[in-house]
């Protein structure tokens, strides 16, 4: 399946290309630390959008679905 | 007494005598500063239903008992009044190096009452507070009105003072503080015109006693290097980006509001961010007295169409003079920022105005020959003339400045304005963050996110996250932060590094850092209880001025187009915001009753009655 990731801030460094959009072939049944261990992103330093909804580690994803990675903001 | 000063100045504005007040320690403990004591004078003397630019109304400025004290972002000072533009009251809260200063002078607060029958500004060097003549600065703008005033006071001196719009009672005119701070929301600066009260300058000496100066340093060097210890590996991303880091949060969640909030994601979104104002503009960073975050941007354009120099954007300005705009244009909002700036106005409500104009253009409810130029969507250029015409009230600046409620109305069509109580909202869309809406129709001050900000738990996941997106639950957790804020925003703090650095993760938001500096500061010894109690008191003495001006359930309202037309993009396509379910248990959680209104029990409890 096809995973649509953009990685932003700092966490641009982890794209396995010199761009932050990418696509990811995945085996179906991924879940999204499986996609945080392939980019060797470290868990717990970031936001993980799946769709536009924080995901947590354990939260599968699907084909087609888009990928957010962002790193901790506040303020406003 | 520590932390606190002690004193109050009051001065009449139309004999011209200035009276200093002792502060009552009960008071001081019950209110805490800041906010708080605002509301309890407010309370205590301005009738609710009075003319907001009447002489019957007071201005209050008020620093808190960690202002100044070297607890880290205590900076801040809070300017309460009736608001011109809403009804209701308002808290206007600014930082900088003023506040301190102010505070310095041996004062917690100076109470404006009357109007002066010429311009005047206030001087007030360490105790000595008297009323000049300002007829050579009236016309002014704020950054020719603080060099005139250092020059001819004392160049160490600090300055908070209107512009132009505050002279014509623009309604949402600032007051700035140290050139580029803003008391923004709300139209204070307004009601400092009405006064024809054109500055305040202040020079202050010594420093600010605090009970057990032992503790209160080790406790600061706790924090302080926990603080440190957090952002070793990663620099906090208001530092890099500022607040302008926060457009990339609220596009992907799907709450970046856009197009005078028909939508919550802007295809321009990159064009306007953190990192392109950081890449672009940004010259070095600016911070508050005794802040570690310094989030403040020095910034400069050089294209020749929006030259300028000066500070900012903030998010809030990005999002409404941007993507509520559908501008994509970054120089152009920060040389129409830099202009509300000089001419001291609200970037929030000049932005958002200006985007409900664009609508009623494009509906046919308001003509380009009544406007005296097109605007339409996008339009960068207009967003800077008719930001220039609304501080001195010029063609259809004149009507702009009296906010997107009144503007609508007057064409036919108020459902159109973006607001609660009049206010115009800042830039989170509650159909996609839903505390975020129960936290603007029932903040005190109409829309606003700093009085119980939802967006450090819908999006910033602190303490931990919750589904921006479930309404079930919310109030509780809503009533928590707005308590909280209000212990802020009366101990004289910044919540950009209270609710994450000096809140308790596992009792609810409780204030247990924010305590051990009150206490350590004042000698105060409140509980935790006193506290907290202490910041539902605030909430409830503004809702009892509210009460008394007529407010009630009907005006805790958002526009339909949030609560009826779902979202039609986004993560949160399909949504609308579920206000009147969360209403009904915000109120059961505060005791209020279905209408609103404080019960007796409550107010018994908080000893308001």
New interface residues.
């Given amino acids: 399946m096809q995973i649509f990731v953009t990685l932003y801030g700092d966490l641009k460094r982890y794209a396995p290309g010199d761009q932050p959009h990418f696509t990811l072939n995945l085996d179906s049944g991924a879940a999204l630390k499986d996609i945080h261990k392939m980019l060797a992103i470290p868990e717990g330093q970031h936001v993980s959008l799946i769709n536009g909804r924080r995901s947590s580690p354990d939260a599968p994803v699907a084909d087609g679905d888009t990928l957010v990675l962002l790193p901790p903001i506040s303020g406003g | 007494m520590n932390g606190w000063m002690g004193k109050i100045l009051r001065v009449d504005l139309a004999s011209g005598a200035c009276s200093a007040l002792p502060m009552e320690p009960s008071v001081a403990k019950d209110y805490i500063g800041g906010r708080g004591l605002g509301i309890y004078l407010l309370n205590q003397e301005v009738d609710p239903t009075c003319d907001a630019l009447s002489s019957e109304n007071l201005l209050i400025m008020a620093t808190g008992p960690l202002t100044g004290t070297g607890a880290p972002t205590g900076a801040r000072y809070m300017v309460m009044t009736k608001s011109p533009l809403t009804g209701a009251i308002t808290c206007s809260n600014s930082g900088g190096m003023f506040p301190t200063e102010f505070k310095r002078t041996g004062y917690d607060a100076v109470v404006f009452a009357g109007r002066s029958a010429t311009p005047v500004y206030l001087y007030l060097d360490h105790e000595k507070a008297e009323l000049r003549g300002a007829d050579h600065l009236w016309g002014k703008d704020t950054h020719q009105t603080t060099e005139l005033l250092l020059a001819e006071t004392d160049a160490k001196a600090r300055v908070a003072c209107i512009g132009p719009a505050g002279e014509n009672r623009v309604l949402f005119a600032a007051i700035m503080n140290d050139k580029h701070r803003a008391a923004g929301r709300s139209g204070v600066g307004a009601v400092m015109g009405s006064k024809n009260l054109k500055a305040v300058v202040v020079k202050g000496k010594g420093r600010i006693p605090l009970a057990d100066p032992d503790r209160f340093k080790t406790f600061n060097k706790h924090i302080l290097d926990t603080f440190q210890e957090g952002i070793k ?2 620099p906090l ?2 530092t890099v980006n ?2 302008a ?2 457009v ?2 609220t596009q ?3 709450v970046l509001p856009t197009k005078n909030w028909q939508q919550g994601t802007f295809d321009g979104w990159e064009k306007i961010h953190g ?1 392109e104002l950081t890449q672009r503009f940004l010259k070095k960073n600016s911070a508050c007295y005794g802040c570690p975050i310094g ?1 403040g941007r020095k910034t400069r354009v050089d294209d020749h169409r929006f030259a300028g120099e000066g500070e900012g954007p ?3 300005t990005i999002y409404a003079m941007g993507s509520n705009c559908l501008i994509d244009d970054l120089a152009a909002i920060t040389k129409a920022n830099y202009i509300c700036n000089e001419l001291g106005m609200d970037t929030i409500t000049m932005g958002a105005t200006i985007a409900c104009a664009m609508e009623l253009v494009e509906r046919g409810y308001l003509t380009e020959e009544q406007v005296g130029r097109p605007l339409e969507w996008g339009d960068a250029e207009a967003l800077v003339e008719l930001t220039r015409l609304t501080g001195v009230r010029k063609g259809f600046g004149d009507l702009l400045a009296e906010g997107s409620y009144r503007l609508a109305e007057r064409c036919g069509h108020p459902e159109l304005a973006p607001v609660s109580k009049k206010q115009e909202f ?3 869309e509650p159909r996609g963050a839903q505390a975020m809406g129960l936290a603007y129709a029932t903040s005190p001050i109409g829309g606003s ?1 700093m009085r119980g ?1 939802p ?2 738990f819908e999006l ?3 303490p931990e ?1 919750m ?3 479930q309404w079930q639950g919310k109030a509780k957790v809503t009533k928590a932060y707005q308590d909280l804020s209000a212990i802020i925003d009366s101990a004289g703090l910044c919540i ?1 590094f209270a609710v ?1 650095n000096l809140a308790a993760k596992d009792l609810g938001v409780a204030p247990v850092g924010i305590m051990a500096y009150l206490n350590a500061a004042t000698g105060a010894d409140y509980t935790l209880e006193e506290l907290m109690q202490a910041g539902e008191r605030i909430i409830n003495a503004e809702r009892l001025f509210l009460t008394k001006a007529g407010f009630a359930r009907k005006d805790d309202s958002l526009p339909e187009r949030l609560t009826k037309t779902p979202a039609p993009t ?3 396509k399909g949504l609308v915001c579920h206000l009147d379910e969360m209403l009904d248990e915000y109120y059961k959680v505060r005791g209020w009753t279905e209408n609103g209104i404080p019960t007796k029990e409550v107010l018994n409890r908080l000893r308001l009655s």
């Fill in positions: 590996e990663t991303s208001l500022g607040t880091g926060v990339m949060v992907n969640f799907g990192e989030c903030e998010y809030e800042p830039g989170y996110h900000d967006a450090y910033f996941g602190v996250p589904d921006p997106h950009f994450r986004g993560p949160a």
